[in-house]
């Protein structure tokens, strides 16, 4: 026995080993190499088509401990979706250990996101006796620029606007070594190599170097924030412009320049210590900011000081982020306060990436350009996270996200490549194959010309990228969503099939697809709450409850549907939406007759009532929507928060969500959260909520002087309770003998912390099983998501 034993321990095996996932430009075959060598095993690793092969020989319980330990010491950037051995008879040829050069890539491997500079080659760039010493591209495989860089597949030099520089022989030694951490690190560069940074003045005239005291021009770029000036900077995926954010002219001078009005400005600080001075900042918190996504992190601003009223006027959130390349940390090294740093472009269009551009729109706003010589690819906007329900959740996927692929459930391997468009804002487009869904990098609102050309070719780019060519178009149902436009045109030229997907239908199917819901696992309630999307009947739709699968969904149940006066402008004049329901719900007389004591009554009283009514009655650009978007308006303004007017769709749920009253929403009586029935449209049979009682009772506050607040905090309460007892009702109904115990919470009415945890709170307490999103946006930022998911599970069903 001992002796089989002893044949086992010493006895040599070899092995195939597959590993898939995101392993290829993130360092990983020196990984294997020197876990290999550690094991004492002979053989090699390639990259190929699928991810890293690697064939080993070896003792058999040496190759156990080898293929734990990949598992366990993986590169930090990588990420394993899978790891298959099979046993092969044929050993290597190699009497030691070979990292072998790439095969043919295809691209089901992935390309990485860009990842924030890792705190190895932070310290390098700030040790005086380093090579690297104040060098603002250092970067190695754990970190660097990728997305931003890549051209064509595979991921080398040569396919990255890298290919400009030659590397020296020093960086071309560490290039080659599978002992360095440059190993085949494609953006590799030093002082004596790569691209290099230089500022200069807007206006052309040299910069007086002797004006500061510097060593180098990024520092110099400190202090020119330091005494007020706006500096546009040259970042990983697009231009920054950046001020200080202590400084109230500067803030407010920039917000001027820019014409952007109200919507926060994202703010940078050098470490979390500064961070801390403004924000509270919990342990998940910290680790998303450490993160090497190093994402946007949106925090709670009760920190002892404040930074200039002008940066987040209205909001009780900061959003912060950390340096994220050595330029931006040499930056910041003596800037011992924020900084606001918001992407380089005037109001919605889209962020420059190139230099000539950038001098030309961005020269009336900034006055010192921080310029450098390394082309970027394409414009990557920062990612912005929130942490909510007790999960970091993405609310705009960019820069460090952008374009991991998401692994579907098992069942959707088999499904034709499906590229879908996205919805009109927030535009995110996504390629769907293998069972994976590459979600793009955020694109923004195509309503501007500039945005639309830049999505077009982003759309083909990455189609050129993964090498992805498509049979299925899907669409949004909108006949005026440029995207859904865009999407006809390539599926005509392409000969594929082109798939309208309902929004809302969309907005589910995407948070199923991201939790990897199975395929077969059956209907599910979907709550969809957002601004406006177009309904199956043709009108607008906005606050849902479905019955959906991946395949199908049927309208359960829904908001009360009220008219918009003046389309489009109710989005942006909140107080129409408080005038449509306060006419739908009582009418003018009741209203008068109750509550003539009320501000709001004389703000109405001003308006131009009789022509709103004609419109209202005569369905006179007064289309009905069931939106709990403009549910959210009508009562901001209704309490006197932004009342008059909005600069972006949205701000008013933003910021009646920030004014709530922690200890009413925790503390407080259930009663006295506003209540809502739930009665049937006459109509289609539907139930629906109604808000009457809800408008009574905040009414009724109002007279009484209840501070805002607490008006906040019992309405944010009151609709959630409805949302649990809606999904509640439904389930039984839909479920028949069979309930449905699953709920998808999506739209960008869940972007509203309050609102995601109490509906959570709620459904999970009365035995739900809740699916939120973490990884896409709930808004329609996500939509893409969804509608590749639709399409491939029905294109899965048409072909069986
Ligand atoms: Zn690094
Ligand atoms: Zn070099």
Same mark, same amino acid.
């Given at each position: 026995?001992n002796d089989?034993a002893?044949?086992?321990?010493?006895q040599?095996?070899a092995e195939?080993?597959?590993?898939q996932?995101?392993v290829?430009?993130?360092?990983?075959?020196?990984?294997?190499? /020197? &876990?290999? *060598?550690?094991?004492g095993l002979r053989?090699s690793v390639?990259?190929d088509g699928q991810g890293?092969?690697?064939?080993?020989?070896?003792p058999?319980?040496?190759?156990?401990?080898?293929?734990?330990?990949?598992?366990?010491?993986?590169?930090?950037?990588?990420?394993?979706?899978?790891?298959?051995?099979?046993?092969t008879?044929?050993?290597?040829?190699h009497?030691?250990?070979?990292?072998?050069?790439s095969?043919?890539?295809t691209?089901?491997t992935g390309?990485?996101p860009?990842?924030?500079a890792?705190?190895?080659?932070v310290?390098?760039?700030f040790d005086?006796f380093?090579? *690297?010493y104040?060098?603002?591209?250092?970067?190695?495989?754990r970190?660097g620029?990728?997305?931003s860089?890549i051209e064509?597949i595979p991921?080398d *030099?040569?396919?990255?606007?890298?290919r400009?520089?030659?590397m020296?022989?020093q960086?071309?030694a560490e290039y080659?070594?599978p002992?360095?951490?440059r190993?085949h690190?494609q953006?590799i560069a030093?002082h004596?190599?790569?691209?290099?940074?230089?500022?200069e003045?807007?206006?052309?005239?040299?910069?007086?170097v002797?004006?500061?005291t510097?060593l180098? #021009?990024?520092d110099a770029?400190?202090?020119l924030?330091q005494?007020?000036?706006?500096?546009?900077?040259?970042?990983?995926g697009?231009?920054?412009?950046?001020?200080?954010?202590?400084n109230e002219a500067?803030?407010?001078r920039?917000?001027r320049?820019?014409? =952007? $009005?109200?919507?926060p400005?994202a703010l940078?600080?050098r470490?979390?210590?500064?961070? @801390?001075r403004?924000c509270?900042?919990?342990?998940g918190e910290?680790?998303?900011?450490l993160s090497?996504?190093?994402?946007?992190?949106?925090?709670d601003?009760?920190?002892?000081?404040?930074?200039?009223?002008?940066?987040?006027?209205?909001?009780?959130t900061l959003g912060f982020m &950390?340096?994220?390349?050595?330029?931006?940390?040499?930056?910041?090294?003596?800037?011992?306060r924020?900084?606001?740093?918001? $992407?380089?472009?005037?109001s919605?269009?889209p962020q420059?990436?190139?230099?000539a551009?950038?001098r030309a729109?961005?020269g009336?706003i900034?006055e010192y350009?921080?310029?450098?010589?390394r082309?970027v690819?394409?414009?990557?906007?920062?990612?912005?996270v929130?942490?909510?329900?007790?999960?970091? *959740?993405v609310l705009?996927r960019g820069?460090g996200?952008?374009p991991?692929p998401?692994?579907?459930?098992?069942?959707f $391997?088999?499904?034709?490549?499906?590229l879908?468009m996205?919805?009109?804002?927030?535009?995110?487009?996504?390629?769907?194959?293998d069972?994976?869904?590459i979600?793009?990098?955020?694109?923004?609102?195509?309503e501007?010309?500039?945005?639309?050309?830049d999505y077009?070719?982003c759309?083909e780019?990455?189609l050129?990228l993964?090498?992805?060519?498509p /049979?299925i178009?899907?669409? #949004?149902?909108?006949?005026?969503?440029?995207?859904?436009?865009w999407?006809?045109?390539?599926?005509?030229?392409w000969?594929a099939?082109l798939?309208?997907?309902q929004?809302?239908?969309?907005?589910?199917a995407?948070?199923?697809?991201?939790?990897?819901?199975?395929?077969e696992?059956?209907?599910?309630?979907?709550?969809?709450?957002?601004?406006?999307?177009?309904g199956?009947?043709g009108?607008?739709w906005?606050?849902?409850f479905?019955?959906?699968?991946?395949?199908?969904?049927?309208?359960?149940g829904?908001?009360?549907?009220?008219?918009?006066?003046g389309?489009?402008?109710?989005?942006?004049e909140?107080w129409?939406?408080?005038y449509?329901?306060l006419m739908?719900?009582?009418?003018?007389a009741?209203?008068?007759?109750?509550?003539?004591?009320l501000d709001?009554?004389?703000?109405?009283?001003?308006?131009?009532r009789?022509l709103?009514?004609?419109m209202?009655?005569r369905g006179?650009n007064?289309p009905?929507?069931s939106?709990c978007g403009r &549910?959210?308006?009508?009562?901001?303004?209704?309490?006197?928060?932004?009342r008059?007017?909005?600069?972006?769709?949205?701000?008013?749920?933003?910021a009646?969500?920030?004014?709530?009253d922690?200890?009413?929403?925790?503390e407080e009586?259930e009663?006295?959260?506003?209540?809502?029935?739930?009665?049937?449209?006459?109509s289609?049979?539907?139930p629906?909520?109604e808000?009457?009682?809800?408008?009574q009772?905040?009414l009724g506050?109002l007279?009484?002087?209840?501070?805002v607040?607490?008006?906040?905090a /019992?309405?944010?309460?009151?609709?959630?309770?409805v949302?649990a007892?809606?999904?509640d009702?439904? $389930? =039984?109904?839909a479920?028949? #003998?069979k309930?449905?115990?699953?709920?998808?919470?999506?739209?960008?009415v869940f972007?509203?912390r309050?609102?995601?945890?109490q509906v959570?709170? @709620?459904l999970?307490a009365?035995?739900f099983?809740?699916l939120?999103?973490?990884h896409v946006?709930?808004n329609d930022?996500?939509?893409?998501?969804g509608?590749a998911?639709?399409?491939?599970?029905r294109?899965?069903?048409?072909s069986?």
């Open positions: 026995m089989v002893d044949m086992q321990t010493t040599e095996a195939r080993i597959r590993v996932g995101l290829q430009g993130v360092g990983f075959r020196p990984t294997v190499w /020197r &876990l290999a *060598r550690r094991y053989g390639a990259n890293v092969s690697i064939h080993v020989c070896g058999v319980a040496a190759l156990d401990g080898f293929a734990a330990a990949l598992l366990r010491e993986a590169p930090p950037l990588a990420r394993i979706d899978r790891i298959e051995r099979e046993p008879a044929v050993l290597p040829q009497p030691d250990f070979r990292i072998l050069g095969h043919a890539t691209v089901s390309v990485v860009d990842a924030a890792c705190p190895e080659c310290q390098e760039v005086p380093a090579r *690297r104040r060098y603002p591209f250092t970067n190695c495989t970190c620029p990728r997305l860089i064509a991921y *030099r040569a396919t990255t606007t890298m400009a520089f030659a020296c022989p960086c071309r080659v070594d002992a360095d951490r190993f690190a953006p030093c004596a190599c790569g691209p290099r940074a230089w500022l003045r807007a206006d052309g005239a040299p910069v007086a002797d004006a500061f510097m180098d #021009d990024v770029v400190c202090t924030l005494r007020g000036h706006i500096v546009a900077i040259k970042g990983l697009g231009f920054q412009l950046a001020c200080d954010a202590c500067a803030v407010a920039l917000r320049l820019k014409r =952007r $009005s109200r919507k400005f940078m600080a470490d979390v210590e500064t961070v @801390r403004y509270v900042v919990t342990e910290e680790a998303l900011l090497p996504a190093g994402p946007i992190v949106v925090l601003a009760t920190g002892p000081e404040r930074v200039a009223e002008s940066v987040a006027p209205g909001v009780k &950390l340096p994220n390349t050595p330029l931006h940390h040499l930056m910041l090294r003596r800037m011992n924020p900084i606001v740093l918001t $992407s380089g472009n005037r919605d269009e420059c990436i190139d230099n551009e950038a729109r961005l009336g900034a350009f921080l310029m450098h010589n082309d690819a394409r414009r990557v906007d920062d990612s912005v929130r942490e909510m329900a007790g999960a970091p *959740r705009r820069r996200y952008a991991a998401l692994s579907l459930a098992p069942g $391997s088999a499904a034709p490549a499906v879908a996205g919805g009109e804002l927030k535009n995110a487009f996504c390629l769907l194959r069972g994976r869904a979600v793009s990098h955020h694109m923004g609102d195509l501007d010309a500039l945005t639309y050309a077009r070719n759309v780019r990455y050129k993964f090498e992805h060519e /049979r178009v899907a669409v #949004d149902c909108h006949p005026e969503y440029l995207s859904r436009k999407g006809q045109e390539l599926s005509a030229r000969g099939s798939l309208e997907v929004h809302h239908h969309a907005h589910i995407a948070c199923l697809a991201e939790n990897a819901f199975p395929l696992g059956g209907p599910v309630i979907g709550v969809a709450l957002d601004g406006l999307g177009f199956t009947d009108t607008l906005g606050g849902e479905l019955l959906a699968d991946y395949r199908e969904c049927k309208r359960l829904t908001f009360k549907p009220v008219a918009m006066p389309g489009e402008q109710a989005v942006y909140p129409r939406n408080t449509a329901h739908a719900e009582m009418g003018w009741r209203f008068a007759m109750n509550y003539a004591e709001l009554y004389r703000f109405l009283e001003a308006k131009p009789r709103l009514d004609r209202i009655s006179i007064s009905l929507a939106s &549910l959210f308006d009508a009562v901001a303004a209704a309490a006197g928060v932004c008059e007017r909005v600069t972006y769709e949205g701000e008013a749920a933003v009646l969500e920030a004014l709530v922690e200890r009413t929403l925790k009586d009663l006295l959260a506003y209540p809502f029935a739930i009665p049937r449209l006459k289609a049979h539907l629906y909520v808000p009457l009682a809800m408008w009772a905040l506050d007279l009484l002087g209840t501070p607040p607490v008006i906040a /019992r309405f944010h309460k009151g609709l959630a309770i949302i007892r809606m999904v009702t439904l $389930s =039984r109904e479920g028949g #003998d309930p449905v115990r699953t709920v998808a919470l999506s739209g960008g972007q509203n309050v609102l995601l945890e959570t709170a @709620r999970k009365i035995g099983e809740v939120t999103h973490r946006p709930p930022g996500g939509l893409a998501l509608q998911a639709v399409a491939a599970a294109s899965l069903t048409n069986q």
